[in-house]
């Protein structure tokens, strides 16, 4: 018989500082510390979650579940927070375990500097996700300006005599940033522009494609809502026409993969590594 061979992709499943966050936790059980409680969900995958729960770590919704707290572990996700949620950690004498993401805390930074300069500040992203209200929350006394679209670009106006500072939210699409960018530089001219997206959404569509475009079978593995997933899917359908849409390894048990002989297997930023590796065991065996 033939051989298979299956190639998983080196970027698929957690970014670096997702699985930094997920680890700490971890960790924190390990060390035997309890009460353990995340600010927020850690990741966006229940089944991790779940896992969490059972080992006797809570999630806090909002500020006031955390004024209500007074003992404990608090871990940040990697979305980060605003500045005062650390006073409020530090004021009721509870413990922080800092998981924000590296590339989250220089954008609090450059903010944080900008408004103690007293310039505007302009945020590129989506004024509702928690990284970006995070960010707003560096921003002391300065209101930042938070843009989502070239409609709202078009509406900016800096202040006469004023310096302006201009971040992105880490998973706002890079070329769009570019077309915003673009727009507000029009009308502003004292205007530091720092291009804070990561790379990491980037990398995992762009090996995902190069994967998909050699397979003969490609297997994308991510919830059916997690938009990065549902992206990874339209690129991988595009360049190789087998393309399955999972979420754990049962979801292939009813394909015909017979006839699979270069497969391909990429995964969204909130799968975990033990279901990859499932799917990998099973389509290295499944003839
Ligand atoms: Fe992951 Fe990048 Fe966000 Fe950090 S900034 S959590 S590496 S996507």
């Not at 209200?133 to 004023?162: F, N, Q, Y």
């Not at 992206?231 to 991988?236: G, P, T």
Request: hydrophobic content about 35%.
């Amino acid at each position: 018989m033939e051989e298979r061979t299956v190639t998983t992709a080196r970027t698929a499943g957690f970014c670096f500082g997702v699985k930094r966050a997920v680890d700490k936790v971890y960790e924190q059980i390990e060390q035997g510390k309890t009460p353990i409680y995340t600010y927020g969900p850690i990741i966006h995958n229940e089944e991790v979650v779940g896992d969490l729960e059972s080992k006797g770590v809570r999630v806090i919704h909002s500020e006031e579940e955390l004024k209500q707290l007074k003992e404990g572990t608090i871990v940040l996700r990697s979305h980060g927070v605003s500045e005062h949620i650390y006073d409020l950690i530090r004021e009721r004498g509870l413990k922080c375990v800092d998981a924000t993401c590296p590339f989250v805390i220089k954008i609090h930074q450059i903010v944080k500097k900008a408004a103690e300069n007293d310039d505007e500040i302009i945020i590129i992203g989506n004024e509702d996700h928690p990284e970006v209200r995070g960010i707003r929350g560096w921003c002391k006394k300065v209101t930042p300006m938070i843009v989502a679209d070239l409609d709202e670009a078009e509406k900016i106006v800096i202040s006469e005599g004023k310096k302006a500072c201009l971040v992105s939210q880490t998973t706002f699409n890079y070329n769009y940033f570019k077309e915003i960018v673009e727009i507000i530089i029009k009308n502003c001219y004292n205007i530091s522009v720092v291009n804070t997206i990561c790379s990491a959404t980037e990398e995992r569509q762009t090996e995902a494609r190069q994967i998909a475009r050699q397979a003969d079978t490609m297997i994308v593995i991510g919830g059916k809502t997690s938009s990065n997933t549902q992206k990874l899917y339209e690129i991988c359908r595009k360049e190789c026409k087998n393309c399955y849409y999972i979420q754990t390894v049962e979801d292939l048990y009813h394909s015909d993969l017979r006839n699979a002989k270069n497969v391909g297997i990429t995964a969204g930023a909130s799968t975990p590594n033990k279901i990859i590796e499932e799917v990998q065991k099973y389509v290295r065996r499944e003839f």
